[in-house]
């Protein structure tokens, strides 16, 4: 059975920082796009950041300078290092697996950030 399980959420005042951790398992890391999202009650779920399975990296303007997203395949794992933290980046974090025309083919059960000010 594919899982992501998702870590690392938590309270945290503002400008501190916290690591996500997502692990993988039921199917080939090494093969997918890894993304956190992030949601807030009454509003869509939003990309935060991705990573291809070569590494590349893309950030949502909002978290730029801020997040990084890293993956390690040996460990079927990815990461979001996140610094800098502001009251808006409160939400429920997700990490997502997918590739081709699925980007978020398999989702993890989130994760609560909470940026108290």
């Known amino acids: 059975d594919v899982q992501l399980q998702a870590f690392g959420g938590g309270l945290v005042q503002t400008g501190g920082s916290l690591i996500l951790s997502c692990k993988a398992s039921g199917f080939t890391f090494r093969n997918y796009v890894m993304s956190w999202h992030r949601q807030t009650p009454g509003k869509e779920r939003e990309l935060v950041a991705k990573?291809?399975?070569?590494?590349?990296?893309n950030y949502a303007d909002s978290v730029k300078g801020r997040f990084t997203i890293t993956r390690d395949n040996a460990e079927n794992t990815v990461y979001l290092q996140m610094n800098s933290l502001k009251s808006e980046d409160t939400a429920v974090y997700y990490c997502a697996a997918g590739r081709g025309s699925y980007p978020t083919q398999f989702w993890g059960q989130g994760t609560q950030v909470t940026v108290s000010s």
């Open positions: 990573i291809s399975t070569g590494g590349n990296r």
